[in-house]
């Protein structure tokens, strides 16, 4: 009986051995993959296992709201945290800089102090700042709180990091050295908003859309030294490798490389 129980206790280890051995089970621990949704996911399955995620606050343009705002919030604030490198919930803004076309842009802003002086509703430097600023301060007040408190989750927007998505997609100013500096000027004053909140704020792009968009960041300009979040890679073997690619700014780090994989955007945190 002796030997008979030995035995089976010899088998049964052996077969616990195999099985945390197994890829997928409990002993591959938590993932440290984080996910970035938006409008587009509203009404779909997300990911149950979540290092950190990413959500859109805005839907597609900066004047509109995400419609699946608070639920994502709370999917978000759900994630395990196994990377300590990033917050559990981050979230991410459109951004533009449409100026003043024909009195067309409705939000085009005709007054406010800036760092390049008074806007006078013209389409100048001051006026992009002012319109960035004041973008930001319509999605954190009037989109972000409600949501985030609706959720019940931590309305602070200091708790959070925040990235803003510069993309080709939307609407620019183009064609001309002084459009690129109104452009920056824009997400300047979309920096300046979230930062008098006390919110960390980074730059997502592509290298390309970026030059495309923003142009050359003088050294030492308000957006220079932020992080980067890099799109355009297809594969985590990719997005590992984009981490060692140079940041969007000068004196910035490349803090998160993003990908695509089962038509979910996946990101890999950068050490």
């Not at 999605?139 to 602070?156: K, N």
């Not at 459009?179 to 390309?208: F, I």
Request: aromatic share 8%; net charge positive; with cysteine.
């Amino acid at each position: 009986m002796r030997h008979a129980l030995r035995s089976l206790v010899v088998v049964a280890l052996a077969a616990v051995a195999t099985l945390l051995a197994v890829p997928g089970t409990a002993s591959a621990g938590p993932t440290t993959v984080g996910y970035d949704i938006s409008y587009p996911q509203c009404g779909t399955t997300l990911p149950r296992d979540r290092a950190f995620a990413v959500v859109g606050i805005n839907g597609g343009l900066s004047t509109r709201v995400n419609p699946c705002l608070a639920e994502q919030l709370t999917w978000a604030s759900g994630s395990s945290g196994a990377v300590p490198a990033q917050r559990r919930a981050q979230v991410y803004l459109n951004t533009a800089n449409p100026g003043q076309v024909l009195a067309q842009v409705t939000t085009w802003p005709t007054r406010g102090a800036t760092p390049y002086g008074d806007c006078d509703g013209t389409n100048s430097m001051a006026c992009s700042w002012q319109y960035g600023w004041e973008r930001a301060q319509n999605s954190v007040v009037s989109f972000f709180t409600p949501a985030a408190r609706a959720a019940r989750v931590d309305s602070q927007p200091s708790r959070y990091m925040w990235w803003l998505d510069v993309e080709t997609a939307n609407t620019w100013q183009a064609g001309t050295p002084d459009a690129l500096a109104r452009n920056r000027a824009a997400l300047e004053g979309m920096a300046a908003y979230l930062g008098s909140r006390g919110a960390r704020v980074g730059l997502y792009s592509t290298g390309q859309q970026w030059s495309q968009i923003v142009g050359v960041v003088p050294p030492g300009g308000t957006l220079a030294g932020r992080d980067s979040w890099l799109a355009g890679a297809t594969s985590l073997a990719e997005a590992q490798a984009a981490c060692s690619k140079p940041a969007l700014v000068p004196g910035g780090r490349v803090r998160l490389s993003q990908y695509v994989r089962d038509g979910l955007d996946r990101n890999q945190s950068c050490p």
